[in-house]
């Protein structure tokens, strides 16, 4: 049994950080029910790289394990539809700007009368509350507002984390509340309302950024690969690549420093404890550097590892997915999608021993389980077609 089996999510969220949510809570069994606008559908269908039939590969990355149903909740017929499966569900996630359920008559207040037992999630760029609350949200810009940009780069070239942090957190913080308030309702027998926001989502992992301001009084700048507390833990060149280095303690810098042969750092008053090696931290790179450009990230590996110090290559991505250690870690599978056939998506980064995660269903096609879904809510047939001649609903009546 799937760890979240019989719970019923409702994916009202389009492009990332919604759909990242939901996606997590369905790779855990929990039954989502991704509802789409039948013209077009979710945003993220056109956007990205596509598969040789067409299908957007960000969208089939972002929607595994999804039901889809194609509805104008716009509509009155849409409408009530939407509401027999509120009366049906466990968990409602939108990614809408503030205020834009409420409009359509579906806001956390209106909702929770109608189930008092519905967790409410809303994602969005700047939450619920404050003066930005109805501006659009995007990665970039919530990275830049949330101190990313600022302390990402070198002081002369800051840059954006090359990852959409600020989407993925946000969706990972929404599912992390999601399964904490369902064990809430567990003892009260009441749902709740969930407000979070990509903003939220960049300023949370500032962690040792945002100490250092207060601390100092003095916000911090990039550092490029350096950390903030320990030195040396960077990146330098190799004779043919690049290689990561945390020498992150007192015991790791002397074993570092008797590995690369460079017994005279121990004796040098400039790198005598970490502060110190914080203190002159380009001058000690300044020594490192020429050292570990002698040989190749390989033969640097082998001594390290021998020696005990943490270190590790700097790989590509196709570099990554080959690496022994990626592979033996399950980090890429392959799903089988109706159209597009199979795809390459990323595995599931936590292993539970008994309720695993799995991949038991391809993105849906839009609007692929319309049909089924209403059906199971009391629906006739002759309804159902009629509202999908009249665009209320959209099927695919995709038979596999």
């Not at 790289?49 to 067409?54: D, E, I, K, L, R």
């Not at 309302?193 to 949370?204: N, R, V």
Request: with cysteine; proline share 6%; glycine share 10%.
């Amino acid at each position: 049994m799937a760890a979240l089996e019989g719970i019923r999510v409702l994916d009202l969220t389009q492009i990332m950080a919604g759909p990242f949510c939901t996606r997590l809570l369905a790779d855990y069994g929990a039954e989502v029910i991704k509802i789409e606008r039948p013209e077009g559908g979710d945003d993220a269908r056109r956007m990205g790289f596509v598969s040789p039939t067409g299908e957007s590969l960000s969208f089939i990355a972002m929607n595994r394990n999804k039901l889809g149903i194609a509805v104008d909740i716009r509509r009155p017929e849409g409408q009530d539809i939407l509401w027999r499966l509120i009366h049906t569900a466990d968990v409602l996630v939108e990614n809408f700007r503030p205020g834009t359920m409420e409009r359509l008559g579906f806001g956390y207040e209106a909702v929770h009368r109608v189930n008092p037992r519905l967790i409410y999630c809303s994602i969005s760029g700047f939450g619920q509350t404050g003066p930005y609350r109805d501006r659009g949200g995007f990665d970039l810009v919530a990275q830049a507002m949330g101190g990313i940009i600022s302390v990402t780069g070198t002081p002369e070239h800051p840059a954006k984390a090359g990852v959409p942090l600020s989407d993925l957190n946000a969706g990972l913080f929404a599912s992390h509340a999601i399964l904490v308030a369902l064990v809430a309702r567990g003892r009260t027998g009441e749902g709740q309302w969930i407000d979070t926001s990509l903003l939220e989502g960049a300023i949370a992992y500032t962690i040792w950024e945002s100490l250092e301001y207060w601390a100092t009084g003095v916000p911090p700048v990039g550092l490029g690969t350096a950390h903030r507390n320990s030195a040396p833990y960077q990146t330098f060149f190799t004779r043919d690549g690049s290689i990561a280095i945390g020498a992150a303690n007192q015991r790791n810098w002397e074993r570092l420093a008797r590995a690369l042969g460079r017994d005279d750092l121990l004796a040098d008053p400039r790198f005598a404890d970490n502060l110190r090696r914080l203190e002159h931290r380009a001058e000690l790179e300044a020594e490192l550097a020429p050292t570990l450009a002698t040989k190749t990230t390989d033969e640097w590996l082998a001594i390290l590892d021998e020696a005990g110090v943490p270190a590790g290559p700097v790989l590509r991505l196709d570099q990554v997915y080959q690496h022994p250690q990626v592979k033996a870690r399950a980090m890429e599978i392959v799903i089988d999608h109706p159209v597009a056939g199979p795809t390459h998506e990323i595995g599931m980064p936590v292993k539970l021993s008994g309720t695993p995660a799995a991949v038991y269903r391809p993105a849906p096609l839009l609007g692929q389980h319309t049909f089924q879904v209403l059906r199971g809510l009391g629906y006739a047939e002759d309804q159902l077609r009629a509202w999908e001649q009249g665009g209320i609903i959209r099927d695919a009546h995709w038979t596999a």
